[in-house]
Each structure stands twice: as structure tokens, then as C-alpha cells.
């Protein structure tokens, strides 16, 4: 498993990360200080064609825990089990997993490697037009689940435009489909 980087404009991720035969494992570690100062560990699974099959997650800060056990089945319906302990204002973790038919990613919020897996579903790199889709969408640190509606255009070069209600970003893939550079997010650290 090759380890990940990203150095982030709030923070820093570090990750295990395993793509092969459609498929993609990683394990992480991220902190961060917005919207408060947090720790966060991650593992993500996807079945083949990189479809989200289970994303675990916690996060913890001074005082408050939460984590998220976030799963898509084989007949593509969701599952979410969420715990929290401590005070941190704002939305609890979970949510109504039945607001997320229809999709088949999670997106872990100010996390790079979740952008990953439309990309090389899509083969986005080689080019082609753009794909709309609903992404079971978590927060960060909160871990709340809400489905967000994102469009992902291939521009060429290892560039895909990423956008979603508000937001827009031109990300940099490299060759192994995951990103180098994510401005106004993160850019991959890589050893010289």
C-alpha cells in the first residue's frame, strides 16, 4: 500500500491507500483546526468499480468524541450508525440513510481521496463528458450524513472540475487516479 501526504490549508492527512482491480482500501489520519481543532481517523473499502461499501470513521477534539459507520449493501441501499459523547456544537453525527438513494460514493468532507473514486470509475482521466452525482456527503468533524449533489468534468491533463452548490474546484489527478493537488484544499507531499 503506497502512503499518502496532503498538506491542507487547515491541516494535514496521511493515508494508506491500495488501488487494484477496481478497487480501493485506504486507511488515515487526519487533523485539522476548523471548524474546531480535530483528529481524525478513517477507513474507507469500496466493492468493484470503486462503489463505496463502507467508510468508518471518528473524529475527537477537546472534550467530544463522534464516529460514523457509514455502509452502501449490495442491493445499493445505506446503512449509517453513529455515536457521539462530549459537547460540539453543531450537527450530530449519522443522518436518514434513505436521503441517499442513488448513490454509490461517500465523500468525506475536507478529504482528498474520496474525490478519487468517480474519477477512475469514470476513467475522467482519459477524458469524456461530464457525470452528475449524489454522494453520500460527511462532515468534518461532526460526521453528519446529507447527500450532495456533485458534477465532475474532465478537462484533460490529469485535471477534473470538481463542483457541487457554491463551489468549484479544478482538482489535479495523478497517473494512479488519486490527487495531487486540490486548491483551497490540499496537494499532495511527495518524497524528493
Avoid at 491541516?11 to 487533523?31: F, I, N
Avoid at 467508510?55 to 468524541?65: D, I, N, P, Q, Y
Avoid at 445499493?76 to 441517499?100: K, Q
Wanted: hydrophobic fraction near 40%; aromatic fraction near 8%; glycine fraction near 16%.
Amino acid at each position: 500500500m503506497p502512503s499518502i501526504v496532503w498538506v491542507k490549508d487547515e491541516g494535514a492527512e496521511y493515508a494508506h491507500v491500495e488501488v487494484s482491480g477496481g478497487r480501493l482500501t485506504a486507511v488515515g489520519t487526519a487533523v485539522g483546526g476548523g471548524p474546531v481543532p480535530y483528529r481524525l481517523e478513517y477507513e474507507l473499502m469500496t466493492g468493484p468499480r470503486y462503489v463505496t461499501a463502507a467508510l468508518a470513521v471518528r473524529s475527537e477534539g477537546a472534550g467530544w468524541t463522534r464516529s460514523l459507520d457509514l455502509r452502501r449493501g449490495a442491493d445499493g441501499a445505506w446503512s449509517i450508525g453513529a455515536d457521539a459523547s462530549g459537547a460540539l456544537e453543531g450537527a450530530e453525527p449519522g443522518g436518514d440513510p434513505s436521503l441517499l438513494d442513488g448513490a454509490l460514493d461517500c465523500d468525506l468532507g475536507l478529504s482528498p481521496l474520496t474525490n478519487s473514486m468517480p474519477v477512475l470509475r469514470h476513467a475522467m482521466l482519459g477524458g469524456g463528458d461530464p457525470v452528475d452525482f449524489v454522494m453520500a456527503w460527511v462532515s468534518v468533524p461532526h460526521l453528519a450524513v446529507l447527500p450532495d449533489a456533485q458534477r465532475y468534468t474532465p478537462l484533460g491533463g490529469g485535471v477534473v472540475r470538481y463542483a457541487s452548490e457554491g463551489f468549484r474546484a479544478d482538482i489535479v489527478f495523478g497517473s494512479e487516479g488519486l490527487v495531487a493537488a486540490y486548491p483551497g484544499l490540499a496537494r499532495q507531499v511527495t518524497a524528493s
